[in-house]
Structure formats: C-alpha cells, structure tokens
C-alpha cells in the first residue's frame, strides 16, 4: 500500500492525520501537482491512495474512510452523512474562500462565503452533548471536516463570526497530536499561503453552492 | 429526481414499508424521515442506509478495499458528475471509460451500489449521446447497457439503445 501526496496540497491534510490517527502502516511518496498516478484519470489528482489489490482511491474522504474501517471503525449513518455534507456543501465553499485569502487577500469575502456552511455546523454542534461530531471520540467525520475547515479556522485573521461550537470542536480536534503533525507537514507554519500553488491550478470558482439547509 | 431514484432503489431493494422523504434548499437534497432516529440527509448517505435495512450489505462491498472503491464513485456521482458541465461530462465519461476497459462493474466484478447510482445518474448525459459519440467510449456503453438490463433496476427511466459494436470505422485502411 503507498500514499501518493503533493506539497501544499489541502486534500493531504485530512488523508496524513487520518493515517497517523488509525495507525496503519503505509508509505508515503510525495510527487509533483502534475504528476499522473492514475493511469485512467486525464487530469492529475493528488492524494492518491494505491491500495494493497492495486487499485488507485482517488477521493480523499474515501481514502480517510478507508484508514478508519481497516482500523476497526466501520462507517455509520451518520460519519457517512457528515462525510457527503463535506463533499458536496463544505468543500465548493472552503475552495473558493481559500483562493480569496491566499490569492486575493479578501479575507472579508472569504469570511462571507463560508458563512452559510458555518452557521450549519454551528447549530449541528450546538444540539448535540458529545465531544465531537458523532461521538465521545474523534471519528473519520471530525478528521474530515476538520482537515477542511483547518487553512481558514488556523488564521487569525479570518473572522467568521460568532462561533462558540464550533470553535470549541475544532480545538479538541486540533488537540489529537495527528491532526497537529498533518497540519504541520502540509502547511508548514505557514497558513493558507503554504497551499498558493497549488490554489492557482485550481479553476476559479465565482459562485458557491447555495444549498446548506436554511432555517 | 433524487426521490424517484431512491424510489427505485427501494424496489430493487424489496424494501415494503413506504419511507417518508422530504428534499432540502435549491439542490432539493434528498431528507429521510426516519421513526426510530434522527433524519437522514444525502442521497448517497440514505442509499447507503437503505442497503443496510434491506439487509444487503455486499452491495456496499464485501471488504474494506471493495467498500472504499464503491463509496468512491458514489462520491464521484454527486460531487463530479451531477451540476457538471458540458465540458466536464466528456472528461468524466473518458475517464470513466478508461476505468471499465478491464472491470465488469464499478467494483470490478461484483455488482455494488455504485452501479446503481451511477447509472441513475449517468442516464440523462447517455440518452443525449450520439451514435459516434458512443463509439468514443464503448465501455461506459457495454457498462451502462449491462446495469440498465439487470433486474430491477431500471424502473423510472426509459431504456436507451446502446451499440455493442462500432458502426462507423475508427480508422482509415
């Protein structure tokens, strides 16, 4: 089994902790953005999970998933729902206020494009009694958002609001000393600024996906 | 849209007891009213539970590598190829194609979920293509044609003529 990442590759951040959090033994090779690892794919992804059959994963949820069920957690409805949510609500968003704030500087405009998936997962969080997402322990759901929210959330400069829950959740989470080591290896101290080169091959997105649920 | 689907999967499942779903925002998300829990929201996270009730968990895949390919392409289908655009659509279908050149199914050679939600979603771009364009990518063709005739599932969508040999020549002689 090999991990393929990239240097200042967001996506890498959620697939490293994951990995040192489930404790499963695989190398790591780091290569270039436009590197083709998978043969089928016409355009160059990064991480890229070879796994033991040869088989390439692709998507970095599935390769998180993947560290947690052969480690003993098996997916439930609910990671599977906080897991889907990310995908497809929470990453549009996340993509286009990290190219404000490492391209643009507008860390305004990038406040006010993660409002909306914010303010849902500060009323998720503050319904719920656990620690984290779906439990008393750290799960694939709090690796995975976490990992996603981390570039913006670790900025001090970037204000989005009044978010006791989740500000609470996020510094459990980024007390797990796996998460600590994967961000530092991706972003190397450095913030949203260590992930510009890779932003910049990324298409630019001008409207996010206005569909988190609404009250 | 993602209603009907689910529709269909819950009577290629078995499933007898009626669900109740409601759709979320402008996307119109898929919600499960759910008895004995909290609801479920996501097309892929309610197809998955769905699976579980009807007690077929080899759909979701038989082990861990099998489970990760199958939750890979059910990603695949909600954040890649449904809103995508007309330029995407043949990225995703040459990918796509190049994927099932040595795989029966999305999985390899086990039916899976997969199959069902990408061809559910794949149907609409299928129906559009013409006959040269489906000569492009044949095994997306053989692979579609192959789920659109396994039992049960086709259901709400009309049934989309697919060749299984090129009828112009691909190269000149």
């Given at each position: 089994?090999?991990l393929?990442?990239g240097?200042?590759n967001?996506?890498?951040?959620k697939?490293?902790?994951a990995?040192e959090?489930s404790?499963?033994?695989c190398?790591?090779?780091?290569?270039?953005?436009?590197?083709k690892?998978?043969p089928?794919l016409?355009?160059?992804v990064?991480?890229?999970l070879?796994l033991?059959?040869?088989?390439h994963?692709?998507?970095?949820?599935s390769i998180c998933?993947?560290?947690?069920d052969?480690?003993?957690?098996?997916a439930?409805?609910a990671?599977?729902?906080?897991l889907e949510?990310e995908?497809?609500?929470?990453q549009p968003a996340?993509?286009?206020?990290l190219q404000?704030v490492?391209?643009?500087?507008?860390?305004?405009?990038?406040a006010?494009?993660?409002?909306e998936?914010l303010s849902?997962?500060?009323?998720?969080?503050s319904?719920?009694k656990?620690s984290?997402?779906?439990?008393?322990?750290?799960s694939?759901a709090?690796?995975?958002?976490?990992?996603?929210l981390y570039?913006?959330l670790?900025?001090s400069a970037?204000?989005?609001?009044d978010l006791?829950?989740v500000?609470?959740w996020f510094?459990?989470v980024?007390?797990v000393?796996?998460?600590q080591?994967?961000a530092?290896r991706?972003?190397?101290g450095?913030?949203?600024?260590?992930?510009?080169s890779f932003?910049?091959?990324?298409?630019?997105?001008h409207?996010?996906?206005r569909d988190?649920p609404?009250? | 849209?993602?209603?009907r689907e689910l529709?269909?999967l819950e009577r290629f499942?078995?499933?007898?007891?009626a669900?109740?779903?409601?759709?979320?925002?402008?996307k119109?998300?898929p919600?499960l009213?759910?008895?004995?829990?909290?609801a479920l929201?996501g097309l892929?996270?309610?197809?998955?539970?769905l699976?579980?009730e009807?007690k077929?968990?080899e759909l979701?895949?038989d082990d861990?590598e099998q489970r990760?390919v199958?939750q890979?392409?059910?990603?695949?289908?909600?954040?890649?190829?449904?809103?995508?655009?007309?330029e995407?659509?043949?990225?995703i279908?040459?990918?796509?194609?190049r994927?099932l050149?040595?795989k029966?199914?999305?999985a390899?050679?086990?039916?899976?979920?997969?199959?069902i939600?990408?061809y559910?979603?794949?149907h609409?771009?299928?129906?559009e293509?013409?006959i040269?364009?489906?000569?492009?990518?044949?095994n997306v063709?053989?692979?579609f044609?192959h789920?659109q005739?396994?039992?049960?599932i086709?259901?709400?969508?009309?049934p989309?003529?697919v060749?299984?040999?090129?009828v112009?020549?691909?190269?000149?002689h």
């Amino acid at each position: 089994m090999k991990l393929f990442i990239g240097e200042g590759n967001p996506h890498c951040l959620k697939v490293l902790a994951a990995l040192e959090l489930s404790g499963v033994r695989c190398e790591t090779q780091l290569v270039k953005h436009e590197e083709k690892v998978v043969p089928y794919l016409t355009h160059p992804v990064l991480p890229i999970l070879q796994l033991p059959s040869g088989q390439h994963l692709f998507s970095p949820n599935s390769i998180c998933q993947y560290l947690f069920d052969i480690s003993g957690q098996k997916a439930t409805d609910a990671t599977n729902q906080w897991l889907e949510w990310e995908a497809t609500n929470l990453q549009p968003a996340v993509l286009q206020s990290l190219q404000l704030v490492a391209l643009q500087g507008k860390r305004v405009e990038a406040a006010a494009v993660m409002k909306e998936p914010l303010s849902w997962l500060e009323q998720s969080l503050s319904k719920r009694k656990a620690s984290f997402l779906t439990d008393e322990v750290v799960s694939v759901a709090d690796v995975v958002l976490w990992a996603a929210l981390y570039p913006l959330l670790s900025d001090s400069a970037f204000e989005p609001g009044d978010l006791q829950a989740v500000r609470g959740w996020f510094e459990r989470v980024c007390s797990v000393s796996a998460c600590q080591s994967a961000a530092l290896r991706v972003l190397q101290g450095k913030g949203a600024e260590a992930l510009k080169s890779f932003l910049q091959k990324q298409p630019v997105t001008h409207t996010p996906r206005r569909d988190s649920p609404s009250n | 849209m993602a209603l009907r689907e689910l529709n269909s999967l819950e009577r290629f499942l078995g499933l007898k007891k009626a669900n109740k779903y409601s759709t979320q925002g402008g996307k119109k998300v898929p919600v499960l009213q759910n008895n004995n829990g909290p609801a479920l929201t996501g097309l892929v996270t309610i197809a998955c539970h769905l699976v579980k009730e009807a007690k077929r968990p080899e759909l979701l895949g038989d082990d861990a590598e099998q489970r990760a390919v199958v939750q890979q392409w059910l990603e695949h289908r909600i954040t890649k190829l449904d809103n995508c655009s007309k330029e995407e659509v043949k990225v995703i279908l040459k990918d796509l194609n190049r994927y099932l050149e040595d795989k029966v199914y999305l999985a390899g050679n086990v039916f899976t979920l997969a199959d069902i939600l990408m061809y559910y979603g794949i149907h609409h771009i299928i129906v559009e293509l013409a006959i040269q364009e489906k000569e492009c990518y044949l095994n997306v063709s053989r692979w579609f044609d192959h789920i659109q005739h396994y039992p049960g599932i086709r259901h709400h969508l009309p049934p989309v003529v697919v060749l299984r040999n090129r009828v112009y020549p691909s190269g000149h002689h």
